[in-house]
């Protein structure tokens, strides 16, 4: 399986790429992002973007892949509407579109979060626009497209968030996570579970189109 990877410098897109270069069946994951990732592995290739919804000169070296993992996204903290919705909605379905057009047998996983609004009605702006972003993947002619929304996650193998707001909390509630988890399990994900639930989606297919914490800790 080859695999293209957006969003492999964030917390949870640190831990789908480790996990994809851990898997045997996965043999190539190319990791398209603004800056260099500073990590070899054999598996590994490289796409350097400035701007990442911008893959027309690059179409070529995107063709011939079976999974897309989306992991690409920023806090909507401070935010207008609309500068949110153009690094959130726009450039996802940016690249979607073309994904979609040189691979249309491509299983498309996309990272959103628990209390994502569908009806893209809601009061609260960030659950609108990953809503609205939601739906129109959804309409694709991907073979499966599959919206994974982690509520809380528990960074593991060494992985930090680069936000330095969330770094703070992830430190201050770091020993809560694991009484979560024993509380109430479906409220908890960690990185290794979301990256290894991409693999066997892409492996074996969604049980349905859209998955919370507990439908990604119950994949296996």
Known sequence: MKVILFGATGMVGQGVLRECLLDPEVETVLAVSRKPLGKSDPKLREILRPNVGDLVEVETQLQGYDACFFCLGVSSVGMREEDYRRVTYDLTISVARTLVKLNPGMTFIYVTGTGTDSTEQGRTMWARVKGRTENEL?????????????????????????????????????PLFTLLRLISPGLVTTTRQIGQAMILVAKRGAPKPILESSDINALR
Request: glycine share 6%; aromatic share 18%; net charge positive.
């Open 138 to 174: 959804l309409r694709m002619p991907f073979k499966t497209a599959c919206m994974f929304r982690p509520g809380a996650i528990q960074a593991l193998d060494g992985i930090v968030s680069r936000t330095p707001v969330y770094r703070w909390l992830y430190f201050v509630f770091a």
